[in-house]
């Protein structure tokens, strides 16, 4: 029987401690197998907008082969992303799967088995997209096997599809229905649900939302076609990416019940460190065999309804500071090499399409207001690592944008009912993200660069449903500094002689120096992002 890996190590920028250089991805990789490491069993190549070298999946088996005695494709899968459109980039698309090939080829020769035979292809939103990639996969197999002599009759390259957009979850169980019924994957089939882009353009619950029904859609599709649906989970620390920590494990296992896998991201393993990683691992481990949540129509109909409300209120309030979110972006630190920026991944322009998301609206008047928001919410926005660390540094975690309106909008049209059942059984873990985010929320207007007088009203209506933490004195000063920083660089001010310490954690005072410097900023930033044990 195939292994179904549990634990995902990713290559994801958001870890606040540590910046990760392409040279150290391979020993990273393999760091992250160890058991005296991070415990994983699988580890994520991205080729989406990385400096990502062609020639890693092949260092990395090698590096598995000198240091380890795994065996890759039966103990420890390495897995690569590719990017989305074969159009618009096509010798990108051409030059992963080349590479591999490359990894292959090195598995047979050490290992006498393929070792890899999987790849994620981001964007799906058609079953001919899938169709496409396995005959590319397959042509392009060919050739290199004929002149590498190697045979390649029974090799096969299995599609993962990647649904990072609010359309494309909500419509998960259509497009699968139409891929295994025209693919036919052989005893199993694994599909990739991303929460971190659809929180960034539809905000955090409508995310969170769309991905149970997603979950609940690989179900019912597995148990229509008679086929094993492994669902991989994509979240991170931070609530609006998932709130994936030890902590909060029972919380977070038992809201996303039928995921199988999970990404292990850059934030949790270095910002929360390797214990906690491994301890939250197992976890999983013993999690996995759940029964996974299954939603019918009538339910699925109220969660839909609740998902566009939530999104409505999110551009509404987004479009008013989004243009500020942008530029603030700029500021935030590299924590990888990337290659390209959004507007050059066609993955990032294709989430952004709103004809997708709007074709699933029910109600008129919600859909006219999300669209006559959504663009003006981010014509252009920034990667949601950006995005998430722009907001948090500012004292306004991105979880409190539309949420307060839109709960008043559910209780209104709704009823108190639905509103209860969102918080009782629909999405219980609300109040939890709730209460965490507001220890690094600033409601003064004066000193929160990006508080509004309609999002500071909106965040007094939450209160009517959850009762707020109070605010993390060291991350205020701290997040009141940096904000301080940014006015500055701005405008162009000049700052005035300051020295300042700020109690990090038990262990750690960072020091701050006088004058204004990008490099002084950037440290204030990671410092905040050390203080909620993840960068975004």
Known sequence: ????????????????????????????????????????????????????????????????????????????????????????????????????????????DNYGQQGISEVIQAAVTTTE???NCRIRCEDILKVVGKHLRMKTEDVTIRIIP????????????????????????????????????????????????????AISGCKKTGDNFGVQVHPILGCGCLPFRGHMTLENADNFLREYQGAHTFTIQSGLRYDHGAEDTRALIEKMREAVNRPSIEYDEDQLRDIERMIFIFAKNYLLELSEIAEKIAVISEYIPDQRERLLNVEEVAYYRELRNVESILRLCPDKDVKKSIMGYAYAAFHKPPRWVRFVASSYTCGLPPEFIGLGTALMEISDVMGEKAVERLFNEIYPMLEVDVKFASKFLDRSLESNMLLTKK??????????????????????????????Y????????????????????????????????????SKMILDLGRIRKSLA
């Open 162 to 213: 990647l649904f990072g957009g609010l359309a494309e979850q909500l419509s998960v169980e259509q497009v699968l229905s139409a891929y295994v019924k025209d693919i036919s994957p052989e005893g199993h089939a694994r599909v990739f649900i991303g929460k971190s882009e659809a929180a960034l353009l539809y905000g955090h619950v409508a995310s969170a939302l769309s991905c149970k029904v």
């Open 1 to 108: 029987m195939q292994k179904i890996p549990v634990a995902m190590a990713t290559q994801h920028a958001d870890s606040a401690t540590k910046f990760v250089p392409i040279r150290d991805e391979v020993d990273e990789a393999v760091r992250s197998f160890e058991a005296e490491g991070f415990g994983c069993d699988e580890y994520l190549v991205d080729y989406m907008g990385k400096l990502t070298p062609y020639h890693q999946i092949g260092q990395i088996i090698q590096r598995i082969r000198e240091r380890t005695k795994f065996v890759p494709g039966s103990d420890v899968f390495v897995t690569p992303r590719m990017v989305s459109s074969f159009e618009e980039e096509p010798f990108r698309q051409i030059m992963t799967i080349t590479a591999i090939i490359e990894g292959v080829k090195y598995c047979f």
């Open 486 to 521: 940014i006015k500055e660089m701005l405008t162009g001010k000049a700052t005035s002689g300051r020295k300042l310490a700020v109690m990090i954690d038990k262990f750690t005072v960072s020091h701050y120096l006088n004058g204004v410097s990008r490099e002084n900023l």
């Open 129 to 131: 997209e899938l169709r």
């Open 455 to 484: 999002l500071l009203k909106s965040i007094e209506a939450l209160e009517k449903f959850v009762d707020l933490e109070e605010p993390d004195t060291s991350y205020l000063i701290l997040s009141r500094l940096a904000s301080s």
